[in-house]
């Protein structure tokens, strides 16, 4: 599987991006996506992931309320809609794909077995 991410930029705290991950696999549908982010000099975060369907999503607590994962399996994409964005959401944000289904530790990086180059947001204030 191969993922492009894409949509990050340069924006003004308070100011939205939505982010694009799109997906080489035709079974792009049977997978669980993932977005993580690393800032500089520190270590990878989780940020959200989506189920196959859709109809499960996580957050962490640092982006909830402000961040929406979505997709579009017709599409073989996934979306992060950033809203509010604060100066410490400044970091490269990576797609990921997980094949092994949809439980409590989405969250774990090492669940992933697929990455996409990153995409860097970065925040002023």
């Known amino acids: 599987v191969q993922l492009q991410a894409s949509g990050g930029g340069l924006v003004q705290a308070g100011g939205s991006l939505r982010l694009s991950c799109a997906a080489s696999?035709?079974?792009?549908?049977?997978?669980?996506m993932g977005w993580f982010r690393q800032a500089p000099g520190k270590e990878r975060e989780f940020v959200a992931a989506i189920s196959w369907s859709g109809n499960s999503t996580y957050y962490p607590d640092s982006v909830k309320g402000r961040f929406t994962i979505s997709r579009d399996n017709a599409k073989n994409t996934v979306y992060l809609q950033m809203n509010n964005l604060k100066p410490e959401d400044t970091a490269v944000y990576y797609c990921?794909?997980?094949?092994?289904?949809?439980?409590?530790?989405?969250?774990?990086?090492?669940?992933?077995?697929?990455w996409g180059q990153g995409t860097l947001v970065t925040v002023s204030s």
């Open positions: 990921a794909a997980d094949p092994s289904g949809w439980s409590r530790r989405v969250s774990n990086s090492y669940k992933y077995n697929y």
């Open positions: 696999a035709r079974t792009f549908s049977r997978y669980v």
